[in-house]
């Protein structure tokens, strides 16, 4: 096996021996062939490792629940009782305290934002990559991936919108206000969630006057009919 | 500290699951019984069987608590808004398993960091390479090689650093453990190509 590849993926080639690799890579199929048979090993493991413990808890956990069936039905009258005791605790909470923006904000993105959709054919453009990861929650890993994208491709708004709400979860609201802004000026999308997003961002930074900027983008998102519209309009904050 | 399982709130819970926790099995039983609900309702939602969103389920648990323990989860989204949304995933990841039977390659664990290393015009390519290779039994060839070199190669597959598996494997630095790698693998691949000839 070539010993080139530990260091291509232990990152200790320079970059003229690496752009050399990659080239070599493109061209040379034994080359390619062992690149493939390294990652593949590391991914076997990993897979077949996870897998074993799946099944062994999986195992461990069915029969959790059925030692746990005739508890259940017992313990039922005492889940309503706490449920109905929430359900005052939290129309209490709300009485008292009103929605704000900002707390409705943050609840969206902590709710709606853990995910994006992936497509449903399996795909593996780098694209589809950043979304994955983002998914699994490798959320510095999916930056990687979209900050690559957009050096290649500064005006792909999918990307953008992508590279927005990762900056958004990762807490960098800079950048994700920056990413949104950008969005947001595109007049040639169907739908552009930008200037949304933007608020969203700004509500959770809490600079001095984002709350405000936030107000003025969400109101221009329900006059003007943007993304985001029916999500503004539920919030009811007076 | 004994606890009581209905008493948890997310953050005791996600608490309880990291790393070094006394309570830590007890409390990944407590999150898997928590939401076991969603086994009948995603059933019915993604007309699957039961069988297979009890695994998907279980599948999600897991996934769950390595992203705590590896710090990933955070605190802001409620627990049971983050276990729905990778259910979700996991189902809708069946569905496209069992319609179009096609295994991809970032099947089971998501997809290596390493492979996004390589350029895009060229990972395609690799990415095909490595789908022709059969997952399952190059697993169990790892296992038949020596007990350095399975090792070796679990604890590189898990991220762990060359230099703490040297430290750990007894190797004396960091580049031996980077060629006695090469040689493992090499190892491998002659065991997987006998396998498959036979």
Partial sequence: MDNRIEAYFGKTLTGEERAQFEKEMRKNPVLADEVAFYLATRKAQADGARQETLE????????????????????????????????????????????????????????????????????????????????????????????????NDPDNAETKKLAGIVS????????????????????DLFSN?????????????????DKEKAEELLKEVVEKG?????????WDVK | MAFHPLKLSDNDLVKAIRPGSPDKRRAENTLYKQFAYLIKE???????????????????????????????????????????????????????????????????????????EIPDDTRGVIEKLMQSYDYGLLYQRIKQLGDKCREMIRLWSEGTSDQLI?????????????????????????????????
């Fill in chain 1, 193 to 209: 969630p930008g200037k949304f997003y933007e608020a969203l961002a700004r509500l959770e930074r809490k600079v001095p006057g």
């Fill in chain 2, 42 to 116: 995603g059933a019915w939602k993604h007309k699957l069987t039961p069988d297979e969103t009890s695994i998907a389920y279980s599948d999600t648990i897991l996934s769950v608590i390595e992203s705590i323990e590896k710090g990933r989860y955070e605190a802001s989204a409620a627990l049971k808004t983050y276990v729905y949304q990778i259910f979700n995933n996991k189902c809708v990841d069946l569905i496209r398993r069992n319609s179009t039977n096609k295994a991809v390659v970032h099947r089971g664990t998501s997809l290596d960091e390493y492979v996004y």
């Fill in chain 1, 56 to 151: 062994a808890r999986h195992a461990e956990w069915q029969q959790l629940l059925e030692e746990e069936a005739p508890r259940t039905r017992s313990l039922w009258w005492a889940a309503a009782a706490a449920v109905a005791a929430l359900a005052v605790g939290l129309a209490w909470y709300l009485n008292s305290s009103g929605p704000s923006y900002e707390r409705l904000a943050h609840a969206y993105v902590s709710t709606e934002l853990q995910t994006v959709g992936v497509r449903m054919d399996g795909t593996a453009d780098s694209l589809q990559l950043a979304a994955r990861l983002f998914n699994d929650g490798s959320l510095e890993e999916a930056r990687r991936v979209t900050d690559g994208l957009l050096a």
């Fill in chain 1, 168 to 187: 958004l979860r990762l807490k960098d609201y800079d950048k994700a206000i920056e990413h949104f802004q950008q969005l947001g000026i595109r007049e």
């Fill in chain 1, 226 to 234: 943007l993304e985001g519209k029916e999500v503004v309009e539920k």
């Fill in chain 2, 166 to 198: 040297a430290g750990e494997l007894g190797y004396q630095s960091a580049d031996v453990v980077k060629t006695s790698r090469l040689r493992c693998i090499d190892r491998l691949r002659a065991l997987y190509g006998q396998s498959k000839v036979k």
